[in-house]
Structure formats: C-alpha cells, structure tokens
C-alpha cells in the first residue's frame, strides 16, 4: 500500500517535471529571439532579413512580438520605382516608432529584399513587391494582415492606421523637417538682392511694364502648374480595379 503511494507520488511528480523543462526551454528561446530583435533593432529601425533570419525569428514559434514586414525589391536592376518611394515612407514610419516615448519590444519592423532572401518569397507563394505583411504575435497572418496597397496608398500615416488595427500599437508619424523649400525662398531673396544691388543705378527696370507682365504671367503659371498642386496636396496615385479592370486615380 505504502510502496504504490509512493510510485503514484514519484509519477506524480516525474509527470510534472517534463512540462516545465520544456516550458523553460522555451522561455529561454523567447528571451534569445526578443533579445536578438532587440539588439538589430538598436541599430536600425527597419532590420533586415533574409531567409534564415526569417525563419528562425519569425516564422518559427515561440515568439510573443509581431513584427511588420515589408517584401521589396530596391536592387536598381529591379526597376521598382514604386519599391523605393514605399521605402522612404516605411523608414518614417519605423524611426517614429523606435525614436517616440512608448517603444517596446511588442512591435518590430522588417524588410526582406527579393535579392536576399527570394526563398521567403517563394514560401510565401508572393510575386508582388512592395507588400506589407504583419505578423501577428499570436497565430498566422490573416487576410487583413496583408495591407491593401493598392486602395490604401504607402504613406506613413495610412502605414501607421493598419499597424494600429493590427497590433493596438499607436504610432505618431513624424517626419523629417523638410529644408529643401525654405533653402530654395532664400536663395531667391539672394538673387533678387544681389541684382538690385547691381542695378542700384539703373532701377528703372521696376518701373517698367513688360517686366512685371512677364513676372505676373510666371506666378500664374506656376500657381496653376502641376507642381504647386503635387506640393500643397501629394501626387495622386492611380489604382486599378481588379475586378473592372479600370484605372482611376
Ligand atoms: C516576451 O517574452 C520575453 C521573455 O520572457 C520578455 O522579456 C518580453 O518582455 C516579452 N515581451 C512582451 C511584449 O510581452
């Protein structure tokens, strides 16, 4: 009676003996990964894959961090305009994040370049770049965690707007400051005062009509030009429907 008590006790605790190891196995793998992520992360906002890295970090389990991935091609011989403008914007959105108050090891962004890790592409059956995939901290990607492109856009604040639909992480976008206009409105303060300063003797060139004809007629045309509308309101984007087959911007 005795000696099956204790045969009950030792399986007993025998039996609870292997979970936990591999529970802590596992616990010592996560703490690695978020670690390793942790690590790339401090040295770039948007780390790089290829396809080890890729399915060691995020494909295999355990894992408790979802991390954005964007699928591109920017080797010039690509010929991917598109990839490249959908890279300035995803670099905006991952340095906003790994440079605002709230960052944590909950998110991380990603790329993965065609020409370094096409076996990714082929596991994923993707033949499309740029594409945006989250992979969720729990789980496999669902549908909605593949961003439309193609109806959404890549700016940074559309990027950001799935990211928080997806993951619940917030992230304010903030953009370099942009010096190229205020640079440009000196300079021509420059020249204008550098050819009044010459012409300091003559200055009968403000009092005639042609000259301020001609300058209203410039102002006018630049106004009205394509240029002054890609500036006040982003260049627009032309999308195809795919069930139509119609292009519409
Ligand atoms: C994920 O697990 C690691 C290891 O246990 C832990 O250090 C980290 O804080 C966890 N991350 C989150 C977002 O819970």
């Known amino acids: 009676?005795?000696?099956?008590?204790?045969?009950?006790?030792?399986?007993?605790?025998?039996?609870?003996?292997?979970?936990?190891?591999?529970?802590?196995?596992?616990?010592?793998?996560?703490?690695?990964?978020?670690?390793?992520?942790?690590?790339?992360?401090?040295?770039?906002?948007?780390?790089?894959?290829?396809?080890?890295?890729?399915?060691?970090?995020?494909?295999?389990?355990?894992?408790?961090?979802?991390?954005?991935?964007?699928?591109?091609?920017?080797?010039?011989?690509?010929?991917?305009?598109?990839?490249?403008?959908?890279?300035?914007?995803?670099?905006?959105?991952?340095n906003s994040w790994r440079y605002s108050n709230a960052f944590t090891n909950r998110i991380f962004f990603a790329t993965v370049d065609f020409d370094e890790g096409s076996d990714v592409f082929q596991m994923l059956n993707m033949n499309s770049a740029p594409t945006f995939i989250n992979f969720p901290a729990k789980g496999k990607p669902k549908r909605a965690d593949t961003y439309e492109l193609q109806v959404r856009g890549f700016a940074a604040e559309q990027l950001a707007r799935w990211v928080a639909d997806r993951t619940d992480v917030h992230i304010r976008v903030i953009r370099p400051?942009?010096?190229?206009?205020?640079?440009?409105?000196?300079?021509?303060?420059a020249f204008i005062g550098s050819l009044a300063y010459l012409r300091r003797n003559n200055l009968e060139f403000l009092f005639n009509k042609n000259v301020w004809a001609f300058s209203a007629l410039c102002f006018v045309l630049f106004m009205t030009s394509g240029q002054m509308w890609n500036h006040i309101r982003g260049p627009p984007y032309a999308h195809k429907n795919p069930n139509t087959g119609q292009v519409t911007p």
């Open 1 to 94: 009676m005795f000696y099956k008590l204790l045969i009950v006790v030792f399986l007993a605790v025998s039996l609870q003996g292997t979970p936990s190891d591999g529970q802590k196995k596992k616990e010592t793998l996560l703490s690695e990964k978020v670690s390793q992520m942790m690590e790339w992360a401090s040295k770039r906002a948007v780390i790089r894959m290829n396809g080890e890295k890729f399915r060691r970090l995020i494909r295999a389990p355990p894992r408790n961090y979802s991390v954005v991935i964007m699928f591109t091609a920017l080797q010039p011989q690509r010929q991917c305009a598109v990839c490249k403008q959908a890279d300035e914007e995803y670099q905006i959105l991952a």
């Open 177 to 189: 400051p942009n010096y190229a206009g205020p640079l440009m409105l000196g300079l021509l303060l």
